[in-house]
Nanobody, 111 residues
């Protein structure tokens, strides 16, 4: 069983929005910080956002004011609300929680 599963990616036009989800199974979600990263082929995986168990959040400068990370401990799930998307946001988005990476979800921003 894959412990971390992302969902919610897809194709969206510039200026559009997507809400990614990251579900953790087999561990206590409330005991772990959760983070989102993204990666394009041939490039390094880059940090996007992180939320601690105390709900302290940090963001990459490139997404501040557009993306919002949140968590729902009752659902063992973290979220990444992405607004005002640009083509530069196109990437595979990965969630890291409970010492595990998910398989990633593709986000494509294109007209």
């Amino acid at each position: 069983q894959v412990p971390v599963v992302e969902s919610g990616g897809g194709l969206v036009q510039p200026g559009g929005s997507l809400n990614l989800s990251c579900a953790l199974s087999g561990a206590s979600f409330s005991s772990h910080a959760a983070a989102w990263h993204r990666q394009n082929p041939g490039q390094l995986r880059e940090f996007v956002a992180r939320i601690t168990i105390a709900n302290k959040v940090t963001y990459a400068d490139s997404v501040k004011g557009r993306f919002t990370i949140s968590r729902d401990n009752a659902k063992n799930t973290a979220y990444l609300q992405m607004n005002n998307l640009t083509p530069e946001d196109t990437a595979v988005y990965y969630c890291y929680v409970g010492n595990s990476w998910g398989q990633g979800t593709q986000v494509t921003v294109s007209s």
